[in-house]
């Protein structure tokens, strides 16, 4: 575009069109645009008349304009030529190449491509073997990571295959439990031996869609300590009311109501996701309090009221079941409390402590250890799931010890 100062408008366009020019106008007052041959002049008006000398002036603005742009198109179409007689020679030598190794090197070439897609799709491990820590890290979450998959898909195996512990309601919450567990297991051998960082904005991260097992574990718990309040103190209402599908259907209402969430969190801007990521804990805090005050509750029940009852087997299946879930309750807020005060100083201050992924979080690692003991409390804490989880697995697996429970 060529900047012309002239004097005046309408007398520019008469002589413009005068000498053959297709003059369009595209604006008014003082500054103006005319499109001459594709050739854009500005005309600052002045308000006064033009005269032929400024007219030839704005002419010859116009033809040097255009003498660039013609170089241009001449420079354009000799390059055109050339490259139509290179591609001509290349394809003359193309045809000369015979066809086996016109073949081999088309397959170097897409060997090479998934080479590449493969180097850029391929996500680091977590930690960069260059230190001793580094191999402790790896691998502790190796063993960490089975040790979880066996302790707590034992739990699954030996509940699922005994139908007398599958008819009780806390078993089921147990078996609930201890799926979650399972897949947290296997959670680990990414989480925990790749460069995974959860979060916003993540880094190779799943959405949050396997740190999210936790989050049903929590509810579970929940539901599993007004499932024993009820039992131990209303056994009249907990009889009629609380019922085997009922119990199912709270477990499924964890799963679903968790991942739910999830998704809407996902689908929405990150400003929204962040809203909601806030809402969650806020919800998480209200859990984790009812949790305490509930675990509370059921130690003092467990250490008053069923010791004044006569011994029965009703009395020791409800003292069994409290001392379990207070004890799982208890285990489960020490490994997991760390991670959540973080996370709420984090968004409350933004000075909570920071780590470079999800294999060298402490927190986060103390957190998903709640995949191993809570299924070892349960076997612990319950000879008859013990005698189930040893007939159903572990025979099997050390058929040397059969003599043994």
Avoid at 57 to 72: I, W
Avoid at 204 to 227: E, M, R
Avoid at 303 to 327: N, Y
Wanted: glycine share 6%; aromatic share 10%.
């Amino acid at each position: 575009m060529v900047p012309v100062r002239l004097r005046g408008q309408d007398s520019y366009e008469g002589q413009a069109q005068k000498r053959g020019h297709d003059v369009k106008r595209s604006g008014w007052g003082p500054l103006m645009i005319f499109h001459i041959k594709r050739t854009d002049v500005v005309i600052r008006d002045a308000g006064a008349d033009v005269t032929e000398a400024g007219a030839q002036h704005v002419h010859e603005a116009v033809l040097a304009a255009q003498r660039p742009a013609q170089k241009n198109g001449e420079e354009h179409r000799h390059v055109q030529v050339d490259d139509r007689h290179s591609q001509s020679n290349a394809e003359k030598e193309h045809q000369h190449v015979p066809k086996a190794c016109q073949r081999q090197h088309r397959r170097r070439n897409m060997a090479d491509v998934s080479h590449r897609m493969l180097l850029n799709t391929t996500v680091p491990l977590s930690v960069n073997f260059d230190r001793p820590e580094d191999f402790l890290i790896f691998i502790f979450h190796i063993l960490f990571a089975t040790s979880a998959v066996l302790v707590a898909g034992s739990v699954v195996i030996g509940i699922s295959s005994n139908r007398s512990l599958r008819g009780q309601n806390r078993f089921i919450f147990m078996l609930n439990t201890s799926i979650s567990d399972t897949l947290t297991g296997f959670s680990v051998y990414y989480l925990g031996l790749f460069d995974v960082q959860e979060g916003y904005p993540s880094r190779n991260g799943t959405f949050y869609i396997l740190p999210s097992f936790l989050g049903v574990n929590v509810l579970t718990f929940l539901f599993a300590q007004f499932d024993r309040y009820l039992a131990v103190c209303h056994p009249f209402f907990y009889n009629r009311y609380i019922t085997r599908p009922a119990v199912i259907s709270v477990c499924g209402f964890c799963w679903i109501y968790t991942y739910l969430i999830l998704t809407v969190q996902n689908l929405v801007p990150i400003s929204k996701a962040a809203q909601i990521n806030a809402f969650g804990v806020m919800t998480l805090q209200v859990i984790v309090l009812i949790k305490v005050v509930m675990t509370v509750k059921l130690y003092i029940i467990a250490r008053g009221q069923l010791v004044r009852e006569a011994p029965s087997a009703d009395t020791d299946s409800k003292t069994e079941s409290l001392r379990i879930i207070v004890f799982v309750v208890i285990c489960f807020l020490a490994l997991w409390g760390p991670s959540f005060v973080n996370i709420i100083v984090r968004q409350l201050t933004g000075k909570g402590l920071r780590f470079r992924n999800e294999a060298t979080n402490p927190f986060a690692t103390m957190a998903r250890m709640n995949a191993l003991f809570t299924p070892a409390l349960y076997i612990w804490g319950s000879p008859a799931l013990r005698g189930a989880v040893w007939r159903a697995v572990w025979r099997r697996v050390c058929p040397w010890r059969r003599g043994r429970l």
